[in-house]
C-alpha cells in the first residue's frame, strides 16, 4: 500500500462533503487540495476540511503538482471531461459514478486512463466494502446453492426541484444513472460470481419507467437475464422511496442484504441474512473503517496495477455496467444530449 496519497477533490457537492469525511478515516490518504467552479466555494470546503490549496477552477487543480490523485465528484455529464483531463496532467483518478453518461464517454475515459498510464476507478464504494466481499464468498462458497434470481433496489424520493442533477435532463438527471447503476453492477456481479467469474452480462434486458415532467426517469425497472438461466430484478428511482435491499435466491435458500448500498458509512457492523431450512442465520460483518475511507484505501492498495481487483470495479467491469445502463434507457426511450454526440 502506497504510504500517503495526496488527494485533490474536484466539485464541492454533496458527496465531496462525505468523501471528504471518509478520506479523513483513511488509512493512506490525505486531502491537500480543492477545486470548485468558484473561489468562494473552494475556500468555504477549504476550511471546513483544513485544505490549504483553494483553486478556483478544475484547471487549477489538475496543474496542481502536489495533487496526486483526484476525486471527481461532479454531476455525471461533466465526468468524461474532467476524469481524461485528469489523466492527460497524469492525475490518478477515482470518479463518480456513473463513469460517464453512456458507454461511449466510459470507453473514452478508460482509454485516456490506458494511454496516460494512471490508476482509475469508478466509484461505487460498496463494491469495497468488506460487506460486498463476504456476500461474494458467500454465493461462491454454494450458501444457498445454485442462484436462480436476483432482486435489487435503490430508489428514493427527492423534492421537487426540476433543477437539481437529480431531476434536470441536462445534468444527467434520472433514477436508472443516478441509481439503477448499482443494482445493475449488483446483478452483473452476482450473476458471474455465481458462475465462477468475477461479473457477467445479461443476454436479455428488458426495462420500463416513468418518465415524469422534467423528461428524466422518476422511476424504472428492469428485468435480465444472465448465462445459465439466472434472472434479475431491479427498481430504481429518484422520485419513489422503495425498500432499498439485495435478495439472491437460490436452490437451497436465499441470501437477503438489508444495507447493501451504504453499509456501515462510519464503521460498524454489517449484516447479511442468510435464509435457509426454514430459519435464519445472522452473518456479521464487523469494521471499525469508514465506508469512504475504505473506498481511498482501494485506490491506494491498487495504484501500481492502475486498477482495483473485484469485487471492486475493474475498466472492464464499469464498461459492463455502463452498457447495460444505455440498454435499460433505450428500453424506456430516454435520451440525453451526450448519446446524440456520442
Ligand atoms: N458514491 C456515492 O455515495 C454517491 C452519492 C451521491 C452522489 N454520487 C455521485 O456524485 C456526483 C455528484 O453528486 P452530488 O450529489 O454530490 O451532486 P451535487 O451536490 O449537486 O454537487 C455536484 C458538484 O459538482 C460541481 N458542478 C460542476 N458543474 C456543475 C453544474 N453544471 N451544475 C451543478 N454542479 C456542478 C459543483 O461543485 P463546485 O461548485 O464546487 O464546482 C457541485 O457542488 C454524481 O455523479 C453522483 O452520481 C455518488
Known sequence: M?????????????????????????????????????????????????????H????????DTDVEAVYIATPHPFHAEWAIAAAEAGKHILCEKPLGINHAQAAAIVEAARVNDVFLMEAFMYRCHPQ????????????????????????????????SRLLDRRL????????????????????????????????????CGHLGETGVDEWAVACLR?????LAELAAG?????????????????????????PAREGGTATILLHKGGGTEEIRVE???????????????????????PPAMTWDDSLGNMKALDRWRAEIGLEYDADRTA
Not at 287 to 308: F, K, M, N, P, S
Open 2 to 54: 502506497a504510504e500517503q496519497l495526496l488527494w485533490g477533490i474536484i466539485g464541492t457537492g454533496s458527496i465531496a462533503h462525505q468523501f471528504a469525511r471518509g478520506l479523513a478515516d483513511s488509512q493512506t490518504g490525505r486531502l491537500v487540495a480543492v477545486g470548485s467552479r468558484s473561489q468562494e466555494t473552494a475556500d468555504a470546503f477549504g476550511e471546513e476540511f483544513d485544505v490549504a490549496r483553494r
Open 56 to 63: 478556483a477552477g478544475y484547471d487549477a487543480l489538475l496543474q
Open 132 to 163: 460486498t466481499a463476504r456476500l461474494v464468498e458467500l454465493v461462491r462458497d454454494g450458501a444457498i446453492g445454485e442462484v436462480g434470481s436476483i432482486q435489487a433496489a435503490f430508489s428514493f424520493r427527492t423534492g421537487w426541484e426540476p433543477r
Open 172 to 207: 444527467g438527471g434520472g433514477g436508472i444513472l443516478d441509481v439503477g447503476c448499482y443494482c445493475t453492477s449488483m446483478a452483473r456481479l452476482i450473476a458471474g460470481v455465481a458462475r465462477e467469474r468475477n461479473f457477467t452480462e445479461p443476454v436479455e434486458l428488458k426495462g
Open 226 to 230: 444472465f448465462p445459465g438461466g439466472i
Open 238 to 262: 429518484v422520485r419513489l422511496a422503495q425498500q432499498n435491499s439485495v435478495r439472491i435466491y437460490g436452490s437451497d435458500g436465499y441470501l437477503e442484504v438489508p444495507s447493501p448500498w451504504i
Open 287 to 309: 469494521t471499525d473503517r469508514w465506508l469512504y475511507g475504505i473506498e481511498a484505501d482501494t485506490v491506494a492498495a491498487h495504484l501500481e496495477q492502475r486498477q482495483a481487483a
